[in-house]
């Protein structure tokens, strides 16, 4: 007698699961780094070239503000300080900006405690193909802000 009500739940998970969007299907979760390092204005760029933004490059850009959104709860329900890093981002941004976050570190920039943020972005009709750094500090004020 369950085998109506079984296969009414199945149908329905079917359905749910066809309705969520592609773009849930990034490879990795943000990169999240509490190491205590310190980094200057010439050591800080190499991390643009160091650190691999994974598939992101391949997503179109009117799907940033999702994936944006996902990175954000990703961060989210990280531990330790990633928490912070959301909310600091999630102050200071746009949600519907083509951005985002592949990277986020709390390191020193230059003696000042900052956030160090590696995004990827995009022109409109294209993909997230551009990086761009920013180092923030701890009160929000955007210490570096560079586009590669």
């Known amino acids: 007698m369950r085998t109506?009500?079984?296969k009414g739940s199945l149908a329905m998970i079917a359905t749910i699961m066809l309705l969520v969007p592609s773009v849930g299907c990034t490879s990795r979760p943000v990169q999240f780094v509490d190491a205590g390092r310190s980094y200057n204005a010439s050591?800080?760029?190499?991390?643009?070239?160091?650190?691999?933004s994974g598939d992101l490059a391949a997503q179109k850009t009117e799907d940033a503000p999702a994936l944006r959104q996902q990175a954000l709860i990703s961060?989210?329900?990280?531990?330790?300080?990633a928490p912070q890093a959301a909310e600091l981002l999630t102050a200071i941004f746009?949600?519907?900006?083509?951005?985002?976050?592949?990277?986020?570190?709390?390191?020193?920039?230059?003696?000042?405690?900052?956030w160090i943020v590696l995004e990827a972005r995009g022109r409109?009709?294209?993909?997230?193909?551009?990086?761009?750094?920013?180092?923030?500090?701890?009160?929000?004020?955007?210490?570096?802000?560079?586009?590669?």
């Open 4 to 6: 109506p009500r079984l």
């Open 75 to 81: 961060l989210r329900r990280s531990s330790g300080r």
């Open 94 to 114: 746009p949600a519907s900006t083509t951005a985002v976050p592949y990277y986020v570190e709390r390191a020193s920039y230059e003696g000042t405690d900052a």
């Open 43 to 52: 050591t800080v760029d190499s991390l643009v070239t160091n650190t691999s």
């Open 124 to 148: 409109p009709g294209g993909t997230l193909a551009d990086r761009r750094l920013w180092v923030i500090d701890t009160a929000g004020n955007v210490l570096v802000s560079k586009l590669r």
